[in-house]
């Protein structure tokens, strides 16, 4: 171990900028192993990562275009979870623009949608890059997680729930093996005798407070499913807005990434003293 005492290496000059506020947010992609990228077989037909946004929800999705090498696509099985997106995009009133198709064409699945989830920020997150010995610095207002959306899936687990039920209303292998002739006939279900009703009595009924917390839960727990419920509609009431993706080597991004830098000479003057600081800190 060493006791020397800690040396100041060097000293970076710091600047701030907000000027694309709220625009700078953290995408995560836990679930990808590779870039986020366009295949290869996608690229040499012309497709493109699309991406759309509910602003009043903050809900995002990214499109990307599937990998239909042979080897790694199943065109028939493709298919059939199309028409299942298609369902499901018009029960949800996420419908996308209809995209060209040759005529008795069928729907297939043709992209990874990846949807957003917003992760709280635990206090005040930055974007920080080195440039030429100084160190710039730029709020992050939102931080996302996108994942593959799979709902398509319950709509193709409810088709074939379906249709097994109809096979076994039509299978007569249901009501069991047919009477054997020479057992005799089983004894028929005795009938439940009825009851005389019961003689009508008065009955006195007094109302006191109750602090039974499992009906306080109950009815809890029936607010909050409301608003569960209030929540998914008005998301699915409102209409998309599409944007154009730019990865990071297009023009667009250049643009947007020198942005990030301040060029302002302007001094600022920090207004809040070290022990405001340190009680803001958890645990000191």
Same mark, same amino acid.
Request: include cysteine; aromatic fraction near 4%.
């Given at each position: 171990m060493n006791d020397a005492e800690d040396r100041l290496v060097s000293a970076l000059p710091i600047r701030f %900028?907000?000027?694309? =506020?709220? &625009? /700078?947010?953290?995408?995560?992609?836990?679930?990808?192993? $590779?870039?986020?990228?366009?295949?290869?077989?996608?690229?040499?037909?012309?497709?493109?990562?699309?991406?759309?946004?509910?602003?009043?929800?903050?809900?995002?999705?990214?499109?990307?275009?599937?990998? %239909?090498?042979?080897? =790694?696509? &199943? /065109?028939?099985?493709?298919?059939?979870?199309?028409?299942? $997106?298609?369902?499901?995009?018009?029960?949800?009133?996420?419908?996308?623009?209809?995209?060209?198709?040759?005529?008795?064409?069928?729907?297939?699945?043709?992209?990874?949608r990846l949807r957003s989830e917003q992760v709280p920020q635990l206090g005040a997150y930055v974007l920080g890059i080195v440039r030429d010995g100084q160190l710039h610095l730029h709020p992050i207002t939102e931080t996302h997680q996108l994942r593959p959306t799979l709902t398509y899936m319950d709509i193709l687990s409810r088709k074939t729930r379906r249709s097994r039920r109809g096979d076994d209303e039509d299978d007569d292998s249901d009501d069991g093996p047919p009477p054997d002739p020479d057992e005799p006939p089983p004894a028929p279900t005795p009938k439940k005798e009825k009851k005389p009703a019961a003689e009508a009595k008065e009955v006195q009924v007094s109302v006191r407070k109750s602090d039974d917390r499992s009906m306080q839960f109950q009815g809890g727990l029936s607010a909050v499913r409301r608003e569960?419920?209030?929540?998914?509609?008005?998301?699915?009431?409102?209409?998309?807005?599409?944007?154009?993706?730019?990865?990071?080597?297009t023009e667009e991004s250049n643009v947007a990434f020198e942005a990030l830098f301040s060029h302002s000479d302007e001094q600022l003057e920090c207004e809040t003293d070290i022990a405001a600081v340190l009680k803001d800190i958890p645990g000191l």
């Open positions: %900028t907000n000027s694309l =506020v709220p &625009n /700078v947010h953290i995408h995560q992609f836990p679930l990808l192993t $590779r870039p986020l990228q366009i295949p290869p077989t996608a690229v040499a037909s012309g497709k493109r990562i699309r991406a759309r946004v509910k602003p009043g929800v903050r809900r995002i999705e990214v499109h990307v275009p599937v990998d %239909t090498r042979p080897e =790694v696509w &199943n /065109v028939e099985r493709s298919k059939e979870l199309g028409k299942s $997106r298609v369902e499901d995009d018009k029960e949800k009133n996420q419908e996308l623009p209809k995209m060209k198709q040759r005529e008795g064409e069928e729907p297939r699945l043709s992209e990874t569960m419920l209030t929540t998914i509609h008005a998301e699915e009431d409102e209409k998309w807005d599409d944007y154009e993706y730019c990865d990071g080597e």
